[in-house]
């Protein structure tokens, strides 16, 4: 049963490129969630997605990020026009329908980006 | 400002020893989690403890909830060099916008031997 699967495991972008993080959730999940983390700090929620719906995107920054979770497929977190202030670890995380309550998080082993 | 933050920022002890990490947060909650974080990888799920429980054990683990206080504490006892990671607690709290964990600062263990 694998867990939840990210890649690719480091990402190196120029200032301007687009950045494509994929997740694929652990199989039966349904709930999806990316996180970003900087250096010796905690995680920052970013994006919480259902299949082919965003729940809160509350802590995702209005503009160049966007993310989606299709009905077939990987979720995709996509970076448009990279910074260097983009430079992080990005990390997915799936749970199963919780009938309400929110149940432990599997992570994935995160992409790092790194725009130079 | 964080939901969740940790307590110490950094601890170093010896095995054998005992470690506790404490957990602060602002608002209600319905539960409440800590996570372990070795270098460079994802966060691993170590303990869920309900608003209505006090105290929950999982093998070397204790986690206390004092909602009163607004904190919880996790407790590693007779601590080895392998439990050597960052720690962080998380708050679940059900929102209009659905559910999700808000994390907080995190302590960095480390056990030598």
């Known amino acids: 049963n694998a867990g939840v699967m990210q890649n690719p495991r480091h990402l190196v972008r120029r200032r301007g490129q687009e950045a494509r993080l994929r997740c694929s959730p652990v199989?039966?999940?349904?709930?999806v969630y990316w996180y970003r983390q900087l250096p010796e700090e905690g995680l920052k929620f970013m994006v919480y997605?259902?299949?082919?719906?965003?729940?809160?995107e509350s802590g995702m920054p209005k503009e160049r990020f966007s993310a989606e979770f299709p009905k077939e497929g990987p979720s995709i977190l996509r970076i448009q026009q990279v910074v260097r202030g983009d430079s992080a670890a990005y990390f997915c995380?799936?749970?199963?329908?919780?009938?309400?309550?929110?149940?432990?998080?599997?992570f994935g082993s995160g992409t790092r980006l790194t725009v130079v | 400002s964080q939901q969740g933050e940790e307590d110490p920022q950094a601890l170093s002890i010896q095995e054998g020893e005992n470690a506790t990490m404490n957990c602060s947060y602002k608002t209600s909650i319905n539960n409440l989690q800590w996570y372990r974080q070795n270098s460079g990888r994802g966060l691993v799920h170590l303990i869920l403890?309900?608003?209505?429980?006090r105290e929950k054990h999982s093998g070397r683990l204790r986690v206390t909830l004092d909602t009163s206080k607004k904190s919880s504490s996790l407790l590693i006892t007779a601590s080895r060099a392998a439990d050597t990671a960052s720690y962080f607690c998380a708050t679940a709290i059900l929102t209009g916008g659905g559910n999700k964990l808000t994390f907080g600062t995190g302590t960095q263990l480390k056990v030598e031997l």
């Open positions: 995380a799936s749970s199963p329908i919780s009938g309400g309550e929110v149940l432990g998080y599997t």
């Open positions: 403890i309900r608003s209505n429980e």
């Open positions: 199989k039966g999940h349904s709930h």
């Open positions: 997605l259902q299949k082919e719906n965003i729940i809160d």
